[in-house]
């Protein structure tokens, strides 16, 4: 009589308990998804308390000492499965990291958020930043209490960046941020002083619904599978995933900006090929799960740009575009529209920024969250501090707080330390993409003909398929050789606006 | 120093207990009204899993020692104020109720009720009756243990009618419908040898956007809060509630049929005035939910019927509809459209059909299921069986099991013993309808002029008002001063139907 080995029953049993979790979480995510699309307007208060108990019983799971039983049961074990070993031992980090927070904090923090996003919406409409800065100061007194609660051995905010992207620290994010600020202050200043290409045809009207198709029609040709997933409207453009069967984007459509809604689906679309591309049977397990939000970002940033901004894409794409709009395209040829939607142009909303000014609001953000939680600046000081570093460092004038400190929803949903990861992601994705093309030659050429499918199958074997098994570095490392190396985004960029500014 | 008497701190630890309980349930309704509306294909199986986690969940949470301990010393306590106390009572028949299921039990329903469903529909998508067979067959076996571990003293099937319409038994349903089958036989065929309305005008086309805002028109005159809920597509219309504020209800539309989609929106609004009016303060306690199913299609058939299918509610509504629909009303007079909308027609579609015949297609159900439950039917001769019904009470020939036993969600469901509440909750409509024109002489003046407002407002008080704390029966005593007589509802029909067929 053969026996299965006691290891993995044990295995089985803890891989059924960490599915149940991830099912919470996913009805967790559900109800988030809901507040941001369909939810009735006096929903909101039920559903704050819905999503806080719904966060307090996750937490409980993940902490329970019926799993941490499992894990020290697991870890005694000899597992020959590598995969295995790893999702305990990952498992075996999340455990201890969720200890340290008290189930009273996770509820807590998670009211403090509902009530500062809500308070935040008010602000952001009436543009008022007094009506949301009561609610930040407690949710960045919550957060220094988080960094406490975390630990650290450098600065309070590493503990904070860890949580987006594991082994991010502030002496690192200062080291790349100090090295690239200069180099790309100095190829804006080029480009300043250089012709800036004409764009008004992109800011005609755009029917909503005619935008809505083209944006699907977009979204559909890179590879998205409507069959497991789906698209809505929102306020703020996210996505998210409830399982690999089941990714949600949204977007947002401004009828007098075509690239103000085609831009974040494409966005968006990166983030989601990530997560339907993520193994199934790893459901609930580490392997199952995305890297870090570096890595997230990478793929919605290499889709945005690599992809979505390049002139190989719209070879392909702009006819149709033609077609669908004809009014506001019929006349322009394809390089203009090229150089238009590339168009360099400092400002101060950053979702809007082109690809050079993006990573100084990125910087921006970092610098005031650091000092916010190192306590070197009170939250009733952001706006002017805020509208001080736009001068500084874009030499714009806020017009309001509405458009300045109150634009990201970031800090209203207690997300500190994650802005970073936009820049990180960008970095990752210029390398990855330099990969891509250097093993497919033809890469380029296939996209002229509305062919991405090699991309992103280069994509899902380096990148998507191993999930959380490997940190950003080794997946880095792993995809194209090297660790990060900021050198092949500068590389990207300079090519890209000597070309089309004519330096 | 004044203190808190120790009973108020039980109940309120009680209160916030049931307040988390109701959290998990309401994100499990969120999951299944997503499941119907706007889940993606591959999507199912994930959801199906998340559902029976979550479900089983909440049932652990409802029969907690804890739980147990916390009713035990409140039942010790000497609570003043009625409510609580009727709360605590309650609760603890839930509690033992709950308590008859093992865990193992409520997972294994949950998943084979998920089952049952994607399998129905293939069946039904199909015309095969036995791709659903098998499932069903299985349901039928679960529902037959549900029977035993819920103990019964007269027919097994009265532990499942319980479910839906505490106190409701086979004996009292048989008296009912034994009473009622020969005088609605005697009725249809009087009506049945008269000349039919002329309805061909229903049934033109009807542009898909035009009838739902012309539906969203209706459903906002007769009181439901668009920003306490909203209404979506799927392909069989329901309500549900994740709490007072947030009550959704959806519908389906067929380009052919006027009457498809309208009387379900207004069948649905039935429901969801109900919820939109318990009492938010009781939220997750027996004294802020729906008294019963019959209760429940009370409201939703008096505002299908005796609103929706009225001559006075047309007066005001029929102009509306014929400037929204020109080609196929613009020559047809109010008068006849009202008859038409009233034609008596045996058929072998129960939500399709009349006031009058829809209570045959109950009856053939509620036999069927008996049967089912005790053994004397077996699955694969359900359909057999139902045309047999058909053609003995309704004179129709079924042309096939989509349109057959196959047409209704219920079973695939596992909802056995439900069917009932149907017409149930006709009769007590019926009744309070009758009721509330008495206390108002001039409600059908007011509807003729779009008002329904104090009509609202008399259920309001009389019905949803008091959530669960009283039975069907005592609900109907207190709201009409007398149990449920179904003389009103026959002498309604006779009233009604005479001045239509003129005999």
Redesign the interface.
Known sequence: MIQTPSYKTDYEAYRERM??LA??K???A??QW?QET??????A???A??IA??AE?AHKMATSDKLGAMLDSLEESSIPDETERKNISLNRLDFEKQKKYPASFVRKMSEAVSRSFNSWNQAKKENRFSLFEKDLAQLVELKKEETQLLGYSGHPYDSLMDEFEKGSTVKLVDRIFSNMRPKLQELLEKILGKKTPEDAFLYKSFDKKKQWDYGIQVIGSLGF??????Q?LSSHPFSTS??K??VRITTRIDESDFTSMLFSCIHETGHALYEQGLPESE?GLPSGEYASLGIHESQSRLWENHVGRSRAFWKFQYPLAQEKFPDAFKNVREEDFYKAVNKIKPSFIRTESDELTYHFHVMIRYEIEKMLISGELKTQDIPECWNEQYRKYLGVEVPSDKMGCLQDVHWSHGSFGYFPTYSLGSFYAAQFFASASKADPFLAEKMETGNTEELLQWLRQRIHASGRLFTSEDICERATGETLNVQYFLDYMLDKYQKIYEF
Chains 1, 2 share one sequence.
């Open positions: 599915r149940r099912d919470v996913a009805a967790l559900l109800m809901d369909y939810l009735p307007a006096k929903g208060g039920f559903r308390q819905q108990t719904l019983m599978d409507f069959e497991a997933g789906r809505d409830f399982n069967y089941d459901y």
